[in-house]
């Protein structure tokens, strides 16, 4: 089956820690997202990427890095930066072409500060 | 800039009464308006899209919305609830006609159903 697989499902951040998400999609979109969502506030946009080994900054980039060395793969690695990490993380994916491409997404990574 | 207003963060209807989850829009430009679901500790899943075509748009479940320009609004309805439909629900708009497509959500409106 097709789809937007992100892992781990839980994780868990020590203090000065940097830890990375996954993402990986077997649906050969060229566009993949990262979102990040706290209670109230919606989804807002992280960091974004059209092509391969590009990318853009979103809305709340800052203390968050992101790759894109494969098509299907595009981790987000939270750093040590980032103050207030804990919150649900989500990876979409859309093809490109013509506008109101739908965005998929995965089933989200729980990240959590000890 | 684009932004989006769910009116409502938490709405609360009987089974089988109408459900009403209100959302309005600003864009400078022809807007993609887009209405997703999420079940608890799961990713969105899409219910609806508004791409210009027509005004008034049928998505899964008996869920439909109608596009009001005038209004700037993009509210979405089923005519009767079922326990099922207890979700969260976010509005989205997006104006990039093609290649990656920023989405502007909402702060999302959660619905619960009484039996």
């Known amino acids: 089956d097709g789809g937007i697989t992100q892992s781990p499902k839980y994780l868990f951040r020590k203090e000065g820690q940097n830890v990375t998400l996954s993402c990986e999609q077997n649906l050969n979109h060229d566009a993949m997202y990262w979102y990040r969502q706290d209670p109230g506030q919606g989804l807002r946009l992280i960091y974004y990427s059209q092509i391969v080994n590009d990318f853009q900054k979103g809305d709340i980039a800052e203390g968050y890095s992101v790759s894109r060395e494969k098509k299907e793969s595009f981790p987000l690695t939270v750093t040590s930066a980032q103050k207030n990490p804990t919150a649900f993380y989500l990876c979409?994916?859309?093809?490109f072409g013509a506008g109101g491409n739908i965005q998929y997404f995965g089933a989200g990574t729980r990240l959590s500060v000890l | 800039a684009q932004s989006v207003t769910q009116l409502g963060s938490h709405v609360s209807v009987s089974e089988g009464a109408l459900v009403l989850l209100r959302c309005n829009y600003s864009?400078?430009?022809?807007?993609?308006l887009f209405w997703y679901v999420q079940y608890p500790n799961q990713g969105l899943q899409l219910l609806l899209k508004?791409?210009?075509?027509?005004?008034l748009v049928k998505g899964i479940n008996g869920f439909e919305a109608e596009f009001k320009k005038s209004e700037t609004s993009f509210h979405l309805t089923k005519p009767s609830a079922h326990m099922s439909d207890a979700a969260e629900y976010f509005c989205a708009v997006s104006d990039q006609g093609g290649g990656a497509q920023k989405l502007v959500f909402g702060q999302g409106t959660r619905l619960t159903i009484n039996p």
């Open positions: 979409a994916s859309t093809p």
């Open positions: 508004y791409t210009s075509a027509a005004t």
């Open positions: 864009s400078s430009v022809p807007p993609y």
